[in-house]
T-cell receptor, first 117, second 115 residues
């Protein structure tokens, strides 16, 4: 089975530009998470969805950040306008519904490394 | 507030040594999950283990073992006979019981295993 797929893997942009990060979760997983990793703040949850519905976006830093999940196989994280402090690795993760054999494991993508100049 | 503390920022050992990574957590919840994840140099995050707060039984998986002590709010991770391939950043994490994916991560411990 394919894992969580993120694109782009690397993005370099200039301050003020719009950035869109994409994620395809593992088929059959009903929860999707966006995490951000920086040296200063470590790994932090930005937002998560259950069955395509945003459940908790309390980690979204500002109104410049928005996330959508139009269907079970696709999600986007958008930053508009981008700023240098948004430079980070953005991870998407998915998990299967709780049930028999559930381990609680989050399956992470390889991350999208964003650099805002 | 919920918090996870990994006091060891970096640890360096020689191959075949045993090493313990410490994790202390804070939560007011009576039920919760604890996790360990590994981040090798390639950057992806790899799940190692999940524990339920009501199950304090220690666990062993090959060279890995975990010691969960609710009384001290600790969930330590030991690697026995470390290998170079164990070199990575290890994260301890906490989540609410009804939101298993909402992870609060510690700052991570970077383990370097030298040949």
């Amino acid at each position: 089975d394919a894992g969580v797929i993120q694109s782009p893997r690397h993005e370099v942009t200039e301050m003020g530009q719009e950035v869109t990060l994409r994620c395809k979760p593992i088929s059959g997983h009903n929860s999707l998470f966006w995490y951000r990793q920086t040296m200063m703040r470590g790994l932090e949850l930005l937002i998560y969805f259950n069955n395509n519905v945003p459940i908790d976006d309390s980690g979204m830093p500002e109104d410049r950040f928005s996330a959508k999940m139009p269907n079970a196989s696709f999600s986007t994280l958008k930053i508009q306008p981008s700023e240098p402090r948004d430079s980070a690795v953005y991870f998407c993760a998915s998990s299967r519904p709780p049930g028999q054999g559930w381990t609680g494991e989050l399956f992470f993508g390889e991350g999208s490394r964003l650099t805002v100049l | 507030a919920q918090k996870v503390t990994q006091a060891q920022t970096e640890i360096s050992v020689v191959e075949k040594e045993d090493v313990t990574l410490d994790c202390v957590y804070e939560t007011r919840d009576t039920t919760y999950y604890l996790f360990w994840y590994k981040q090798p140099p390639s950057g992806e995050l790899v799940f190692l283990i999940r524990r339920n707060s009501f199950d304090e039984q220690n666990e062993i998986s090959g060279r890995y073992s975990w010691n969960f002590q609710k009384s001290t709010s600790s969930f330590n991770f030991t690697i026995t006979a470390s290998q170079v391939v164990d070199s990575a950043v290890y994260f301890c994490a906490l989540s609410p019981y009804n939101q298993g994916g909402k992870l609060i991560f510690g700052q991570g411990t970077e383990l370097s295993v030298k040949p």
